[in-house]
């Protein structure tokens, strides 16, 4: 399934959603100039866990080494489609969580939900010593609470029916939990798996931001949370 779009508009301008867009975008541009010297800065600015788990202190290093990594690592991409992806998710879910918490409630609810990602990932790959980089993380948490503010929600989403793809209208709770189920399954997986069979995608770095973000949006939607217009709120 792939979504294209919600049936929420956004009722304010989603100034931070476009700007994490665009900083992702050039932050990809940038690693495709560095050529030969690419693996390095990945290496040194994504979340490799191994490090974590060996105490090297609190100075310039050790911050450069291991604490910096939990932010800038969700600022990298690996390719074209990952990169896509993810800033795709972003610009379906996003805007309408930014409009439910303000511009600055909604970055540190970004990053936080990204922290929580990483430590996720880094607790369950204990022994990784691959470096994961990417967004989606932070973006797991972001639709965490997009599941939470926006279940009556519809979805457009293309599915493949035998060898047609239809243009459906899916619940968003429907939408998101389905894609939940195959983060979790996928993890637990993993978990049981030889190790580096499912060295591919941090499935619980997406379990933990999404987690993360259904329990962050109490404390940072809007106080006092605007009315749902009639196309907010539409029974299944």
């Known amino acids: 399934m792939i979504p294209l779009k919600d049936k929420i508009p956004s009722r304010t301008f989603p100034l931070v959603t476009l700007s994490l867009i665009v900083i992702n975008v050039l932050v990809f541009f940038y690693e495709g100039s560095l050529g030969p010297y690419l693996e390095r800065l990945v290496f040194t600015y994504g979340i490799v866990p191994k490090r974590y788990f060996f105490f090297s202190g609190f100075g310039p290093t050790a911050i450069m080494g291991k604490y910096l990594p939990l932010f800038t690592s969700m600022f990298l991409h690996g390719g ?41 990932h880094i607790y369950t790959n204990p022994h990784s010593t691959l470096p994961t980089i990417g967004a989606s993380g932070a973006i797991s948490g972001v639709m965490g609470a997009y599941f939470m503010l926006f279940p009556h929600s519809r979805i ?31 993890g637990a997986f993993s978990i049981m798996a030889p190790v580096g069979f499912y060295q591919g995608i941090a499935w619980w770095a997406h379990i933990g931001g999404f987690i993360c973000g259904t329990i962050l949006v109490f404390f940072f939607k809007k106080r006092h949370s605007r009315r749902f217009y009639p196309d907010e709120y539409k029974p299944w």
Do not use: K
Not at 87 to 108: A, K, P, Q, T
Not at 161 to 180: K, N, Q, S
């Open 80 to 120: 074209w489609l990952h990169l896509i992806g993810n800033m795709w998710f972003l610009w379906i879910f996003g805007d309408n969580v930014e409009d439910s918490m303000g511009h600055r409630r909604f970055i540190l609810f970004y990053l936080l939900c990204g922290l929580g990602a990483g430590l996720s």
């Open 156 to 186: 457009v989403t293309l599915v493949p029916i035998f060898f047609f793809l239809t243009l459906i209208e899916i619940p968003a709770a429907f939408f998101i939990l389905f894609w939940f189920t195959i983060q979790f399954f996928n």
